[in-house]
């Protein structure tokens, strides 16, 4: 499997061609940019043309781009206006917040990339039936401008009402969708059952999120400092090794000094169970 690495990892440092050497240097041939605007402003003509200028003579490739979750640069702090939210019910205000993924998606117009990984709904929201509808519309617009640009979106599952694997299936029945899926690990640990969520995903995943956590929290530590395990977990994903990359998307650690050269010791113990389980 290809292996990859998001920007995640460093996302509180503003991204500088910088940090993307430090990637490819540690071994990953392609890359996800978290959209936070305090790591990548998506409105700042300046910064998407540096990158661009970079990735143009660079071997490191772009292969996607996380939508971005709030319009703010301090994580939604700046009030619930920030919130990134496509199920939102008031059409102006669903709108607004569709125009913002649509400025990120205008990126693969300076760096190509093949996928936009996007949420549908926010962390532990309850299902709700005007929600569902709203959700349709923005993914039905977001699709066909994602598509001109030459991108595809993969929806994940994510802990809420709206976004387990058996909710994301009855979204594209019910709507004839045809999208694919970012299957989450560490999110699918959240719902006690990584292999029946993956069992139900597996068809349409194109991409994976690969982190750790107690089981209770979206801590997106590193493999190994939660309670995943990782041997049965890298059976599952290497059953389908052709159909997808392995993703790294971890939390940087306040103590940790080079979080690109941690992420690469980490992606060799996962290839490591993945070759152990092949062999066996």
Avoid at 146 to 175: C, K
């Amino acid at each position: 499997m290809d292996q990859i690495l998001s920007t995640h990892v460093f996302v509180r440092h503003r991204l500088t061609t910088v940090w993307l050497e430090r990637v490819w240097e540690a071994g990953f041939p392609s890359v996800e940019i978290f959209c936070a605007r305090q790591h990548i402003d998506y409105r700042n003509k300046a910064q998407i043309a540096e990158l661009g200028h970079w990735f143009r003579d660079a071997e490191l490739k772009m292969h996607s781009l996380h939508s971005p979750m709030y319009t703010d640069d301090v994580w939604g702090r700046s009030g619930p206006h920030a919130v990134i939210d496509i199920t939102e019910p008031v059409k102006a205000h669903r709108m607004a917040l569709v125009d913002e993924v649509k400025r990120a998606l205008e990126i693969a117009e300076v760096v190509p990339f093949r996928y936009l990984v996007q949420h549908v709904g926010v962390a532990e929201q309850e299902m709700d039936d005007r929600r569902w509808e709203s959700a349709f519309s923005s993914l039905e617009e977001i699709k066909v401008f994602a598509g001109q640009r030459g991108v595809e979106v993969l929806l994940e599952n994510i802990p809420n009402g709206f976004s387990t694997a058996e909710r994301l299936n009855d979204l594209l029945a019910q709507t004839h969708l045809d999208l694919h899926y970012c299957f989450d690990v560490g999110h699918a640990h959240m719902t006690k059952s990584i292999e029946r969520e993956f069992d139900l995903m597996k068809e349409r995943i194109r991409s994976t999120h690969i982190h750790d956590n107690n089981g209770e929290e979206d801590q997106h530590v590193f493999p190994g400092k939660g309670t995943i395990d990782w041997r049965r977990t890298m059976r599952l994903l290497a059953s389908r090794s052709n159909q997808y990359p392995l993703m790294l998307e971890l939390k940087e650690e306040t103590d940790m000094e080079h979080p690109v050269t941690e992420s690469r010791r980490s992606m060799d113990f996962l290839a490591g169970l993945c070759k152990n389980n092949y062999e066996q």
